[in-house]
């Protein structure tokens, strides 16, 4: 369907900014020209006191917080090699992958988004120079793709709970990414990276630009990026030949309805003229061969078809994989535009104005399209259809109702795959004055800014379910309506539709969701009074806040009439927040025994939400030097979230539900489950009859697919989530005499984090889990379990839908210690020539000691430690780097560990757990090189031994793709060129 063109005042608001930013631009170059001709300085890039993680550097501020801080510094970005924040990010062991290149399909695509700690990508605040970012969906998740890398200065990531300090969402931490603040001429930066199959090209090329002008008075900041990665599929990896092994095949299969089921005799009949002795169930799928005989799905008795790449047979039985078919990364094109401006108007008063703006288009190829699943979209066939098979129609004369249409599924293999093209348009204005307030010290700063979020979502080869059902009910098998009709049954058949028909089954569906943010905030920083251990310091600030949110989707997604796309349904909503905070540094002891310096820093904040009422926060750092070398640290938080528009107003809204395949997987109630099969397998099947598979098929009952639908909808009576936080820590910078460890600093923090009242969807696969008594907390096999109310069946027993409630729903903890170790020493120190520069080695390491999840109030406490899933949760992991210096050249190698773990199901389905994961360790080289003091060059190697992707056994798609390396060894090149 096509739309009218929107008329968008942002973009009417945005013209003269642009305008005035292509002049400021003009400035900058006039600028550098007019000072080309005069002695030009040692470095046009202001020296910035720079704080890194690779142990290139000494002075950090990581060593002197007294909040566990972690920064990474742009050199550390470039030598990475990725085009995106988030890939360089996940390297560090504090995060957990969320949204990544392999993310993608219905609504989530180009989205790049952070997790610390694993508690969740809308559980950390994103900041760039200490300002909310524009949200990028309703449910709270930043887009850190609208922060162009090649302004990015510095990562602060602060872990633990600071909404104290910073506002709601910032229960597991903040990312504050810094922009450039002094560069001063012009900055060309360009890479190139592909893997060694030449199939996953990045591209990465951006200008940045800085000048003063008016005397020194202003200056300016412009830069524009572009980035482009090229899609890779699963067909070109063979390690996903058989990811996610679906029972939806291009044969077209016949699905037995168990109140109308064929004779045993019939199917005896004809499977014993194929040859085929053992007994084929009558409530077995049977499929089509392109010679007009029938096959078993389960146990491909009489199967004619291929086995290859496109269909397989997987314990036993035909499946088509889906990984093969669709996108293992997507494709992605970005282009960034980033320009600040500040101008000095008294020496007490500055003012500050920024735009940013981001258009990211991702395009996502989900693999062919299969027939709806789900509530009432499913299809059914008329005996009436001349197409369907003379020995199928002698099965289905045998049923009682023997004029009954039947129910079917297939994978449209004659119709190209569904492709999601999605684009964000992202466009943020800020502006504000900062100034000196004549009284001791203080500062203060004022601002407003205001952003907006477009995205979005072009649906390509939309098959309808009301358009095939039209061509299967129709006379001579829909040829009237298209050239040729449509004949669904086996694979040559399937694969030769029309062009007259795709167009006919086929549309283009278009949606589309808004994101609002308004902010202001006025602060006030400074010297209070003086304190015999120095100056006591305070910052107040109050805010305002609010978000609106409106989501239109196609309508034939809402009427649920596109195959395999679950319906999601129009919606909006808005909320607002009015904050004031406080916050001190108490110097209690300087210069004391055992106490060069001891501070506490109390904080307090007050918000009050449209929505969720009052809330308070609170936290008390304190750090204490008992001697210069030795810091300790420590504090602790209470933080809050309150519930976001998606949580209170979202609409229902689709999407799967992803169990795997028997034995280890599968639909619970699958007679080739393990849990079938096993001690419990009696009551197992007693409320499967109960909750809707009828007892004349529970013994044979199989699930077709490996997936259903899940609908979630919002909650206007959610409370916020309260999270208590503790941290103690010790810094160590010595300074030994000795060359070999004059350079050796380190640091230890605990952090203990406890959310309640989390604030989540039922997870859907834990309600089948409970409900099922998978995971032990049914052990009655009852019925009327509050998980059981929540799945739904269809008259032939399938499971058509669970359904997933946004709730207040239980706890989630966790526990462990960061250790970080810098070394650096020059070769020297060792018998060699200092001429042979120095060697350098940075560790970090993130110890889980408990990772707990507790479902529902009074459900038992679930410890997920050393677990993987759909995430990694290792009792520990490491980044480590060993780094060569001499002269102006550098070598790096980066070691990235991640250990065994068991698979989820040891906890959730004890009975019937899948294999674990083994250990995985991948190694990435790289080397910098200062042609000059204006030309620098970079290349690297990631993935250096080729290490394939760690296979993870309980998970359909054969491993995690966000965590586990799935293009294999590539390089990169680049080149920086400042003039």
């Given amino acids: 369907m096509k739309r009218k063109p929107r008329s968008n005042v942002w973009i009417n608001l945005s013209k003269p900014l642009a305008y005035g930013s292509a002049v400021g631009f003009s400035t900058i170059l006039s600028a550098h020209a007019q000072t080309a001709a005069d002695p030009a300085p040692a470095d046009v890039e202001a020296k910035v006191a720079t704080v890194v993680v690779t142990g290139s550097k000494i002075a950090r501020r990581d060593y002197a917080s007294p909040s566990p801080i972690v920064t990474t510094a742009k050199e550390v970005l470039q030598e990475s090699g990725n085009i995106t924040l988030e890939a360089t990010l996940n390297q560090m062991p504090q995060f957990t992958p969320s949204g990544t290149a392999s993310t993608g399909g219905q609504g989530v695509g180009a989205r790049a988004t952070l997790d610390l700690r694993g508690l ?45 300090v910073y506002g709601s969402d910032a229960m597991s931490g903040v990312v504050n990414f810094k922009s450039l603040r002094k560069l001063k001429g012009v900055v060309l930066d360009v890479q190139y990276g592909n893997s060694q199959k030449n199939d996953a090209r990045r591209l990465s090329p951006s200008i940045t630009a800085g000048t003063e002008f008016a005397e020194g008075k202003g200056y300016a900041l412009f830069s524009v990026s572009y980035d482009e990665r090229e899609r890779l599929t699963g067909a070109q990896r063979p390690f996903f030949n058989l990811g996610v092994p679906s029972g939806f095949i291009g044969t077209s299969t016949y699905l037995p309805n168990a109140s ?40 491909a008795l009489n199967y004619l078809g291929p086995v290859n790449q496109s269909y397989a047979i997987v314990g036993g039985n035909v499946r088509m994989p889906v990984s093969v078919q669709s996108d293992l990364i997507n ?65 289905l004369a045998s049923r009682p109702d023997a004029g009954a249409p039947f129910l079917w599924n297939t994978r449209f293999v004659g119709i190209p795959n569904r492709v999601f093209n999605e684009g964000y348009n992202t466009d943020q204005l800020l502006v504000g004055l900062r100034g000196n307030i004549p009284y001791k010290d203080w500062t203060w700063d004022a601002y407003v800014s205001a952003d907006r979020s477009v995205h979005d979502q072009i649906l390509h080869n939309a098959i309808l379910s009301s358009r095939v059902q039209e061509l299967l009910n129709a006379p001579g098998g829909g040829t009237g309506l298209c050239a040729g009709g449509y004949n669904p049954f086996g694979i040559g058949n399937n694969t030769r539709i029309s062009e007259a028909c795709r167009n006919f089954m086929t549309t283009t569906a278009a949606s589309t969701e808004n994101l609002t943010q308004r902010v202001a905030e006025a602060s006030v920083q400074g010297a209070l009074f003086d304190l015999p251990a120095g100056e006591l310091q305070f910052s107040a600030s109050v805010n305002y806040r ?26 909006s909503g808005a909320t607002s927040v009015k904050e004031a905070a406080l916050e001190l540094r108490i110097p209690l002891l300087r210069d004391a025994p055992f106490a060069k310096t001891l501070a506490v820093s109390p904080g307090a904040r007050i918000s009050d939400y449209d929505i969720s009422g009052i809330a308070k926060t609170w936290k008390v750092d304190a750090e204490w030097s ?95 989530e309260s999270a208590d936080t503790q941290t103690l820590g010790v810094v160590w910078t010595p300074q030994f005499a000795s060359p070999l460890f004059s350079q050796v600093f380190a640091s230890v923090d605990f952090y203990k984090i406890k959310i309640e009242d989390t604030i989540s969807a039922v997870p859907a696969a834990s309600a089948l889990n409970k409900c099922y008594n998978l995971d032990g907390s049914n052990p009655t096999y009852s019925a009327t379990n509050p998980f059981c109310l929540l799945v739904s069946r269809d008259s032939n027993g399938l499971l058509t839908q669970v359904a997933a409630p946004y709730l207040n729903l239980g706890q989630l903890k966790t526990s462990g210690v960061d250790v970080q170790v810098d070394w650096r020493f020059k070769l020297g120190a060792i018998g060699l020539s200092d001429a042979w520069g120095t060697f350098g080695v940075n560790s970090a390491v993130s110890v889980v000691n408990s990772y707990q999840s507790q479902a529902l109030p009074g459900d038992a406490i679930q410890e997920f430690k050393g677990t993987v899933g759909t995430v990694i949760r ?106």
């Fill in 260 to 299: 109308n089921l064929p004779t045993q005799a019939a199917l005896n009949s004809v499977f014993s003229r194929y040859g085929v002795t053992a007994t084929v169930p009558r409530t077995n799928n049977l499929g089509f061969n392109d010679n007009g005989t029938l096959f078993s799905q389960t146990g």
């Fill in 331 to 395: 494709g992605m094109r970005r282009e960034n535009f980033f320009n600040k401006v500040e101008y000095r108007f008294t020496p007490d008063l500055t003012g500050y104005a920024q735009v940013l703006h981001t258009h990211s288009v991702t395009k996502t190829n989900t693999g062919a399209t299969l027939t709806q699943f789900g509530l009432g979209g499913n299809t059914t066939i008329p005996l009436s259809n001349p197409f369907i098979p003379a020995d199928l129609r002698t099965i």
């Fill in 546 to 571: 609010k978000n609106t949110y409106s989501y239109l989707p196609d309508s034939q997604l809402a009427a649920q009439n596109i195959e395999a796309v679950i319906a999601s349904q129009r919606s």
């Fill in 120 to 164: 969740g990508d809308n559980r950390n605040l994103i900041l760039l120079d200490g300002r909310r970012l524009p949200l990028s969906s309703a449910f709270g998740q930043v887009d850190i793709n609208t922060v162009p890398q090649a302004i990015v200065d510095g990562i602060e990531t602060i872990s633990g709970g600071a909404s104290a």
């Fill in 874 to 979: 290792p009792t520990w992991q490491s980044t480590t780097t060993f780094r060569h210096e001499v002269g102006a050249a550098s070598v790096s190698l980066r070691w990235r560990h991640i250990p065994a773990m068991k698979d989820i199901t040891a906890v959730t389905r004890p009975a019937s757990p899948a294999a674990g994961v083994e250990k995985y360790d991948i190694f990435d080289l790289g080397v910098r090189y200062a042609l000059n003091k204006n030309i620098d060059l970079r290349a690297g190697i990631t993935n250096l031994f080729n290490r394939d992707p760690a296979v993870v056994p309980g998970n359909q798609n054969l491993t995690i793709a966000s965590t586990y390396d799935i293009v294999g060894r590539s390089y990169y090149v680049g080149v920086r060129t400042k003039f």
């Fill in 626 to 720: 008992p001697i210069h070398s030795v810091m300790v640290r420590g504090g602790v938080q209470h933080s809050i979230r309150a519930p976001n528009i998606g949580e209170l107003f979202s609409a229902a809204n689709g999407n799967q539900v992803q169990f795997g395949s028997p034995p280890n997987g599968g639909e619970p109630c699958d007679s080739r489950t393990a849990a079938r099969l096993g001690g419990g397998g009696a009551q197992l099947r007693a409320l499967c009859i109960a909750t809707g598979v009828p007892a004349s098929v529970v013994d044979a009952y199989t699930f077709p697919t490996v997936a259903t639908s899940t609908l979630s909808s919002g909650n206007p009576n959610l409370t916020p």
